[in-house]
Antibody, heavy 118, light 108 residues
């Protein structure tokens, strides 16, 4: 059974940092592009960042470029999102998902809530 | 960036009726890299359709997708109670990957 389990969310002050993790199992993690997608409360879906299967290339939404870094450790079957200089508008549920450009988003985690507030 | 506009914003229908949801792209979507997702409250999105018309594993055949270039449609032939949810289209052929704003399908 495919599982993606996010962790690391929580309450953080504006300007602070947080690192999200996503532990993958049940599929060949190292063969998949992976992405982070977020959803602000009551809002729609926004693709935040994508990384290729080897980690050799990344892409970001303009809204997080220069502040967030996506990475992966294929030896640990884990995806990461380092979030720096957090803003109130980064408050959202963050989902990890398999998929990226030209690759379907077929597996999703349950999400982890990040709240940026004083 | 390819902007996806979904219509209507809210669709009110009864179980057993046919539902038709639209997704229009601001420019042509590459090789029909167009997907549809269903999301229920408190849950992650679930992939329904990819490649504009291919049902994902385990998706009932009452769900069908069609369209090309800039106009795409998700059709639910006979609505079941569990189908009432929010539906999103997504284009994943051109970076940045983008989603539509969603259509809420509610019980009339």
């Amino acid at each position: 059974e495919v599982q993606l389990v996010e962790s690391g969310g929580g309450l953080v002050q504006p300007g602070g940092s947080l690192r999200l993790s996503c532990a993958a199992s049940g599929f060949t993690f190292s063969g998949y592009k992976m992405s982070w997608v977020r959803q602000a409360p009551g809002k729609g879906l926004e693709r935040v960042a994508t990384i290729t299967d080897t980690g050799g290339a990344t892409s970001y939404a303009d809204s997080v470029k220069g502040r967030f870094t996506i990475s992966r450790d294929n030896s640990k079957n884990t995806l990461y999102l380092q979030m720096n200089s957090l803003r109130a508008e980064d408050t959202a549920v963050y989902y990890c998902a398999s998929g990226g450009t030209a690759v379907i988003f077929d597996y999703w985690g349950q999400g982890t809530l990040v709240t940026v507030s004083p | 960036e390819i902007v996806l506009t979904q219509s209507p914003g809210t669709l009110s229908l009864s179980p057993g009726e046919r539902g038709t949801l639209s997704c229009r792209a601001s420019q042509s979507v590459d090789s029909s890299y167009l997907a549809w997702f269903q999301q229920k409250p408190g849950q992650a999105p679930r992939l329904l359709i990819y490649g504009a018309s291919t049902r994902a594993t385990g998706i009932p055949d009452r769900f069908s997708g069609s369209g090309s270039e800039t106009d795409f449609t998700l059709t639910i032939s006979r609505l079941e109670p569990e189908d009432f949810a929010v539906y999103y289209c997504q284009q994943y052929g051109t970076s940045p990957i983008t989603f539509g704003q969603g259509t809420r399908l509610e019980i009339k």
